[in-house]
């Protein structure tokens, strides 16, 4: 951010150029470059958060905090009565709900997937889950939430599908070092970078598979994601010399390949 509290989308001169800085491959990438862009993000990166005021006075910040990040108390609620207590666990307020998950992990309605470029857009997994098989389903079924993602998984796909657990064990793909989520919770969603055209940075969490080659993951307009994931996206980045009706041949049977 400048001192304005605006985030920095130029360079000195004003020119427009990459300011956004990607850690998995250490390269800068655009981020709304030339806008004037307010920092109006703090209702779901802080803590103690109030839409009025401006943070330390800079009028690019719109709002208020009392911590920065996602502290404890944003999912637990006020802690001085627990601490007061000795540490009370009884104290704590704990909600196990998708919804709480979903103040933040949503983009606009929850009932809808908003897409942009041919990819689902970021933080959108309570959107996704909704349309999904698993939309009865709190996240923390799956995750540990004080856990970084890829060693949050308390659960995973095994003890619910163990036909197709029997059907996949001693397969080509299982021989190779496949996961389910490989082809079940693709990269379809881009925060920052696409790696290739059907490989963005971010899994999805829409589970189905349509194996019709002529199907569409999009809207005609290609502002929303429908409620399944297409063949491009869960074999091509992958099998990259490959088309969608090769994948379309072998998808049937796909977890007993070679057997
Ligand atoms: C106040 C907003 C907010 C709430 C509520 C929230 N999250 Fe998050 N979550 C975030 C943000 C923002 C990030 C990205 C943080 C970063 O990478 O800097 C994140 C990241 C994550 C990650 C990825 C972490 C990683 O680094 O790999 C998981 C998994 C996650 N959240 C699960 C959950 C679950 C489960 C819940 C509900 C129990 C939840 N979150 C509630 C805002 C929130
Ligand atoms: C509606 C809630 C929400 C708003 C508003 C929001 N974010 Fe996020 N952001 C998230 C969540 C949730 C994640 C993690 C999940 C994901 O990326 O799919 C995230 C991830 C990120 C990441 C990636 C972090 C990482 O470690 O990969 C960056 C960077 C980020 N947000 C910046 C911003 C900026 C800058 C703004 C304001 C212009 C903003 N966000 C507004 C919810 C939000
Ligand atoms: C707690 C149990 C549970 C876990 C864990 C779970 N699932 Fe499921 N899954 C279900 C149930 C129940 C359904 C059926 C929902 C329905 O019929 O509407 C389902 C449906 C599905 C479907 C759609 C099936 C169809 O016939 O179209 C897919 C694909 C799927 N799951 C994949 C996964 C993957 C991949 C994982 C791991 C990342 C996973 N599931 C984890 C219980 C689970
Ligand atoms: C190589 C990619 C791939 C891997 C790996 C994979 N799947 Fe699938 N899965 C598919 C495809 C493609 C379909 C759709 C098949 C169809 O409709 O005939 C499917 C269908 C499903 C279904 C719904 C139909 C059914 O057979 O019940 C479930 C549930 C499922 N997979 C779960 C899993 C689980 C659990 C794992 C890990 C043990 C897994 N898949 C691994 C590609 C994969
Ligand atoms: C059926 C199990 C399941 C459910 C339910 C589920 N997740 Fe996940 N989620 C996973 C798996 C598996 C991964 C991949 C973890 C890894 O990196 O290996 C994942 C990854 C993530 C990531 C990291 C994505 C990325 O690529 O950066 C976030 C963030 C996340 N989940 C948030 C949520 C939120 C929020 C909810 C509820 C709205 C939720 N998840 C529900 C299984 C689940
Ligand atoms: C995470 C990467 C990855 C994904 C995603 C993936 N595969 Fe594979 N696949 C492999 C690897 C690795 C092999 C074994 C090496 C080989 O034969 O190329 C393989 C082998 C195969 C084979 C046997 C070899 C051949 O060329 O005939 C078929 C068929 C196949 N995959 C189809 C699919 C289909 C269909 C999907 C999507 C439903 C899929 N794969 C998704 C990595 C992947």
């Given at each position: 951010?400048?001192?304005?509290?605006?985030?920095?989308?130029?360079?000195?001169?004003?020119?427009?150029?990459?300011?956004?800085?990607?850690?998995?491959?250490?390269?800068?990438?655009?981020?709304?470059?030339?806008?004037?862009?307010?920092?109006?993000c703090?209702k779901c990166h802080?803590?103690?958060?109030?839409?009025?005021?401006?943070?330390?006075?800079?009028?690019?910040?719109?709002?208020?905090?009392?911590?920065?990040?996602?502290?404890?108390?944003?999912?637990?609620?006020?802690?001085?009565?627990?601490?007061?207590?000795?540490?009370?666990?009884?104290?704590?307020?704990?909600?196990?709900?998708?919804?709480?998950c979903g103040q933040c992990h949503i983009r606009r309605?929850?009932?809808?997937i908003p897409?942009?470029?041919?990819?689902i857009r970021h933080h959108e997994q309570f959107n996704e889950?909704?349309?999904?098989?698993?939309?009865?389903?709190?996240?923390?079924?799956?995750?540990?939430?004080?856990?970084?993602?890829?060693?949050?998984?308390?659960?995973?796909?095994?003890?619910?599908?163990?036909?197709?657990?029997?059907?996949?064990?001693?397969?080509?793909?299982?021989?190779?070092?496949?996961?389910?989520?490989?082809?079940?919770?693709?990269?379809?969603s881009k925060s920052?970078?696409?790696?290739?055209?059907?490989?963005?940075?971010v899994?999805?969490h829409?589970?189905?598979?349509?194996?019709?080659?002529?199907?569409?993951?999009?809207?005609?307009?290609?502002?929303?994601?429908?409620?399944?994931?297409?063949?491009?996206?869960?074999?091509?980045?992958?099998?990259?010399?490959?088309?969608?009706?090769?994948?379309?041949?072998?998808?049937?049977?796909?977890?007993?390949?070679?057997?």
């Open positions: 951010m400048n001192n304005e509290g605006y985030i920095i989308t130029t360079d000195k001169s004003g020119q427009p150029m990459p300011t956004q800085y990607n850690l998995a491959t250490g390269e800068w990438v655009d981020y709304h470059p030339g806008e004037k862009k307010p920092y109006n703090g802080t803590t103690g958060y109030s839409e009025d005021g401006h943070q330390d006075g800079r009028e690019g910040i719109v709002g208020t905090w009392a911590l920065p990040g996602i502290q404890w108390e944003r999912c637990h609620g006020p802690a001085a009565d627990h601490i007061a207590a000795g540490g009370d666990p009884s104290l704590v307020e704990v909600n196990t709900s998708a919804e709480l309605e929850a009932t809808e897409a942009k470029g041919g990819f889950l909704l349309a999904s098989p698993h939309a009865d389903f709190d996240c923390v079924t799956c995750h540990d939430p004080h856990k970084k993602a890829e060693f949050s998984i308390k659960l995973n796909c095994s003890p619910c599908h163990s036909s197709v657990v029997a059907a996949f064990e001693g397969s080509t793909m299982q021989k190779v070092g496949m996961k389910c989520t490989d082809c079940h919770m693709p990269a379809a920052a970078v696409k790696f290739g055209p059907y490989q963005g940075d899994a999805t829409l589970f189905r598979i349509n194996t019709d080659p002529t199907a569409s993951m999009f809207t005609d307009d290609g502002a929303f994601a429908k409620d399944f994931v297409t063949l491009d996206f869960a074999c091509l980045s992958c099998h990259k010399d490959k088309d969608i009706n090769w994948a379309a041949e072998r998808a049937s049977g796909i977890h007993s390949l070679g057997k």
